[in-house]
């Protein structure tokens, strides 16, 4: 089947999905407003998949947020229907509302499929009045609507309208992400997160003050995963509260690598103020990890409160500090929590369950 994918390329989410794909026999091109790494196109290249972009990451001011020079992404209309053109395909798949399912809806191909993935969804359509609009036609437009959150499947529901929304999480591949065996010597508390102002690394920062501090546990240790623009204050936060031996910044970690990252941790933590779905703290529940989360957005669909975790309101480094001494305290809850993470992994969020079933709504769309 040719399957023409509308997508960022140097989105792990996107390699998963091609990845599997052409493994399933898919015959994929690949349409990206951004050009893939070096090495990502090797990936890409050694699938045999082809990729199409127009490279327009040095001509966007800001590429988390909406804002004008966004416009731009019109300018890829041409080449993308030339594409189409070529290649013939039997289905696009857009994958973000905001960005690849207008292009889609601009260009009028049947059937397109449409994935929402977050802050296309929760952020964009607020901004304002035209947002909203525009929205309202890329959702309606849709000859099927895919979900990764229940969350944003009930917004779909509710704000446009759209009753055939499918909930396609993001899975895990519960071979991958395994319980480590070897015996951890140290507890080690940790987020995988980019350190943006939305994923609640300040609170973490603090709670750890109270434990290291407050409360002398000063063998705890903090692991925090990622880069973003708020790195460098939160290290000079850390800094300033005396925490620099007790808590370790790594910066980016390629993510055929962060397994064993999640297997250094005992607690993963995920105090986001938003949060679509929440990938991570399913890949740390497949490591058998219990979660302390907050109570937002999707996180709620991800972590189960006193059984695969605990789920906390989001700014409170009080409320996080007394959760994860719970977990410190408690060696056997704190395990028996993280076999219920896992079970529930492998019930509900296989990677290769999510597969078949886009794989069957591909097949519910050609004629």
Known sequence: MKLLILSDANSIHTQKWLSSLVKRGFNLHLFSLFKPSSQNAKLYNDLGIIVHTIDLKHKIRNLRNPNISKILYITSLHKLKNIVKTFSPKIIHAHYASSYGILAYLIHFKPTILSVWGSDIYDFPKRNFINKWILK???KSADCICSTSEAMRKIIKS?????????????????????????????????????????GIDTIIDAAKILVHDKKLDDLQFLIVGE????????????????????????????????????????????????????SILEAASCGIPAITSNVGGLTEVNK?????????????????????KLYNNDKLRKEMGKKARKRVIE??????????MITIYSNYIK
């Open 137 to 139: 036609k890329v959702v």
């Open 159 to 199: 704000d446009y309208a759209r009753n055939d929304c499918y909930l396609i999480p993001f899975g895990v591949d519960i071979n991958k992400f395994r319980p480590k065996t070897i015996k951890k010597n140290t507890f080690t508390v940790g987020t995988i997160k980019t350190i943006e102002s939305h994923n």
């Open 228 to 279: 973003g623009s708020l790195l460098t204050m939160m290290k000079d936060k850390c800094t300033k509260l005396n925490l620099n031996s007790n808590i370790k910044f790594t910066g980016y970690i390629p993510h055929d690598k962060i397994v064993s990252y999640f297997q250094k941790l005992s607690v993963f933590i995920a105090v986001s103020t938003r949060e679509s779905f929440g990938v």
């Open 305 to 325: 409160n006193l059984k695969t975790g605990y789920i906390i309101e989001a700014n409170n480094g009080k409320m996080l500090s007394e959760k994860i001494i």
């Open 348 to 357: 509900k969020f296989d990677w290769n369950q999510n597969l078949e079933k």
